[in-house]
């Protein structure tokens, strides 16, 4: 029983001689016990009006039962605590909704999967642990389906006039072009760079965009990811990127993403059947004999010119898992990025 269920069957017991009194009481808790179910589904930019609604109904029960406000004033601070709460809680909710979106996007990021136990460290004494679970499990969930409608909304809007079907060099301009625009994400940026240098990089290669399967031990496909380009005798992993300027610890990822997705040493990694496969199978991109096959040659992680020497230690991690580090120039006709 909650604590205010208990109020509520305390009153009723004090006052069961005063009909009109016991009616009253047993409406106003109900409703106050609404409100406070209510709130568990709202979202948190919606609590300010609902914070207002309940000081209104504080209010009243002040001027109209005196010699209740005692009692009712443990229920109103109650449930201004579950506002507090589900306020705290809807802004962790939100913050973790963008970044979880931001990380499906860029894939770079993990999402902060303590979020649970920091509401819970900040206020153990103010609401059951099951009650915050559930709230949390609510809040974040909105947030997070609303803030991934939004976000295919953006990319929906920013691809309207994609050249779909066009060579890469037409294609590069518009990721050029779109890469400078003021009303794009910072990670929806990034991404547009980066497609702009695989597009420019295109014509040193003999096919791009390949699909690979990752099969399980059964040969059923569990897995599917998309290398940037096939050269002859090399698979390679396009990054658009200054070395010198990021982490260990990020150009490490690049490496560790060929040798997890791309390697042509696993077995279980094979180029898939796709009808994209069988075009360019037509157009002589690629062999037939291919399709189906591990990847074969050497590891590339190619990257745009460098305008500073390489770091010896990302130079020697990449050395001894045996993947190359290879800068390609952009095709002039490509457009230029700020």
């Known amino acids: 029983m909650s604590r205010l269920q208990r109020i509520a069957a305390d009153l009723l017991e004090f006052y069961q001689q005063t009909d009109k009194d016991l009616q009253f009481l047993v409406q106003l808790a109900q409703a106050t016990q609404d409100d406070a179910n209510l709130l568990g589904s709202v979202a948190a930019n919606e609590a300010a009006v609902k914070a207002e609604l309940l000081e209104e109904r504080g209010q009243v029960i002040e001027s109209s039962l005196d010699h209740l406000t005692a009692l009712l004033q443990g229920a109103v601070t109650s449930l201004t605590t ?8 809807g802004a962790y909710a939100r913050a973790w909704a ?8 860029t894939g770079v990021r993990v999402p902060d999967t303590g979020l649970r136990d920091k509401i819970l460290a900040a206020h153990p004494d103010r609401l059951p642990p099951a009650r915050v679970s559930a709230l ?15 976000e295919k909304e953006s990319w ?7 050249p779909r079907g066009t060579d890469h060099l037409t294609k590069a301009r518009w990721f050029a072009q779109n890469a400078t625009r003021d009303d794009i994400a910072p990670y929806q940026r990034a991404f547009l760079r980066g497609m702009w240098f695989n597009h420019a990089t295109a014509h040193h290669f003999r096919t791009t965009e390949v699909y690979i399967n990752k099969t399980d031990a059964n040969g059923e496909t569990e897995r599917q990811y998309r290398v940037d380009a096939l050269g002859n005798r090399e698979v390679i992993s396009l990054k658009h990127v200054q070395l010198a300027d990021v982490s260990f610890e990020t150009a490490k990822r690049y490496i560790d993403e060929i040798l997890t997705k791309y390697n042509p040493n696993r077995m279980n990694l094979r180029i898939a059947g796709t009808k994209g496969a069988q075009r360019k ?20 992680l190619g990257v745009p010119l ?16 045996f993947v190359f580090i290879q800068p390609y120039e952009t095709h002039p006709d490509a457009g230029e990025l700020p």
């Open 156 to 162: 929906r809007r920013l691809f309207t006039t994609y």
């Open 136 to 150: 949390l499990d609510d809040a974040i969930q909105e947030q997070i389906d609303h803030a991934k409608a939004e």
């Open 98 to 105: 963008e970044q979880t979106v931001a990380d499906t996007a």
């Open 281 to 300: 199978v037509t157009r002589g991109e690629m062999r037939r004999r291919e399709i189906g096959r591990p990847l074969d040659g050497r590891m590339v």
């Open 82 to 89: 579950t506002y507090d709460q589900v306020r705290v809680s």
């Open 306 to 321: 460098q305008a500073k020497p390489i770091p010896d230690s990302v130079a020697r991690y990449a050395e001894d898992r």
